[in-house]
């Protein structure tokens, strides 16, 4: 209801759902590697992937190791080589890495065009360790966040219904996402130093959000740069020069508005989802990876009734911007019953003990 005008706006709003809820029945997800063991978020059955209209299929590791030596010597290497040394910049990346990680950014790419079938578009969802790095010779993380600024999400640790956060958010916000773990506090000595006083969060509505390096360039602050996993590092080189635990994209997230959200299929295979606005503030973190000091209001509550008592995996999809009010309609749209949001202090959770 509403003029002319107002009704035309409200198509504007309805173009990024519409495009998102198209976008997912044309999709194809694309993994490599077993779904490791330790970590909840890569075995979260796919039946729900099936009832959202979402193709899957499923690889070895040993599949994607055969495609990248065949494409040794690809042609088309020089190019990715120079495309990559232009967008890190001098000093930033390491010259005897390019060819390896040019390589497998074709692999992908080809793999993609190649099996992507009768659907339009394709995200991936790899294997990324522990056995990758001394296989292919190099961390792959630079390369994944290349593909997703270029609209292919990739998640690391066979993370599937990561990759469909991922590329659900690329279809509303029209940008670049990111994956990281939602599972790291601030220190709280960084929260009195750097934060209270100057920002209105409490230290429970801070965390770290971080990753290895698969963060696109263009999120991060201006120091980023290839670096290589310092916790691989000493397990798989024993802390020596890093040779092929190099390959992560690192530096601290430019502040900026962001959505951190989920959509994922639980134990009974039922689909559930989460959505909460917040921001990357301007402070630096001194640690490594792909990482900023997220804030989201009531974020400790937050994390308590929904993220742990739902048992969401560590694994968070990263829009920026603010897109809570159409990422909740796209998942009313996919028919999904329970989205869970950061509820104000004023409003209990359902099992939140009101006598505080």
């Known amino acids: 209801m509403g003029t002319a005008q107002d009704i035309a706006g409200m198509i504007a709003e309805f173009v990024p759902i519409a495009r998102a809820v198209v976008g997912v029945k044309n999709l194809k997800i694309i993994t490599f590697g077993p779904r490791p063991q330790d970590f909840f978020a890569c075995n979260a059955p796919i039946k729900g992937l099936y009832e959202l209209g979402v193709e899957v299929e499923e690889n070895s590791e040993l599949?994607?190791?055969?495609?990248?030596?065949?494409?040794?010597?690809?042609?088309?290497?020089?190019?990715?080589?120079?495309?990559?040394?232009?967008?890190?910049?001098?000093?930033r990346y390491y010259p005897d890495l390019g060819e390896r990680m040019a390589q497998f950014e074709l692999t992908l790419l080809d793999w993609a065009e190649k099996h992507k079938g009768a659907r339009k578009y394709v995200a991936f969802a790899d294997k990324c360790w522990p056995a990758f790095p001394s296989q292919f010779g190099f961390e792959p993380c630079y390369v994944n966040s290349r593909l997703v600024s270029r609209g292919i999400p990739v998640s690391c640790e066979v993370d599937i219904y990561g990759a469909l956060s991922e590329y659900i958010g690329m279809c509303v916000s029209g940008d670049t996402v990111t994956l990281l773990d939602i599972n790291n506090s601030v220190p709280a000595r960084l929260w009195e130093e750097q934060i209270k006083g100057k920002f209105d969060y409490t230290l429970t509505d801070t965390f770290m959000g971080f990753h290895c390096g698969n963060t696109p360039a263009c999120k991060l602050c201006a120091d980023r740069a290839v670096k290589y996993q310092l916790?691989?590092?000493?397990?798989?080189?024993?802390?020596?020069?890093?040779?092929?635990?190099?390959?992560?994209?690192?530096?601290?997230?430019?502040?900026?508005?962001?959505?951190?959200?989920?959509?994922?299929?639980?134990?009974?295979?039922?689909?559930?989802?989460?959505?909460?606005?917040?921001?990357?503030?301007?402070?630096?973190?001194?640690?490594?990876?792909?990482?900023?000091?997220?804030?989201?209001?009531?974020?400790?509550?937050?994390?308590?009734?929904?993220?742990?008592?739902?048992?969401?995996?560590?694994?968070?999809?990263?829009?920026?911007?603010?897109?809570?009010?159409?990422?909740?309609?796209?998942?009313?749209?996919?028919?999904?019953?329970d989205i869970a949001y950061n509820q104000p202090k004023g409003l209990p959770y359902p099992t939140e003990n009101p006598f505080q």
Request: glycine fraction near 14%; include cysteine.
């Open 63 to 91: 599949d994607l190791l055969v495609s990248y030596r065949e494409h040794a010597g690809d042609p088309r290497i020089p190019a990715v080589c120079a495309e990559m040394a232009a967008e890190m910049g001098e000093g």
């Open 231 to 337: 916790i691989q590092n000493r397990l798989l080189e024993n802390g020596g020069e890093p040779d092929f635990t190099r390959g992560t994209l690192e530096g601290d997230i430019a502040a900026s508005d962001i959505t951190f959200y989920r959509l994922q299929c639980d134990s009974d295979g039922v689909l559930r989802s989460y959505i909460a606005q917040g921001e990357v503030l301007p402070v630096a973190t001194g640690s490594f990876g792909g990482i900023g000091v997220f804030a989201i209001p009531e974020m400790g509550r937050f994390y308590r009734h929904v993220l742990i008592q739902k048992r969401y995996p560590h694994h968070g999809a990263v829009a920026f911007g603010h897109y809570g009010k159409a990422l909740f309609e796209v998942f009313k749209f996919l028919g999904i019953q």
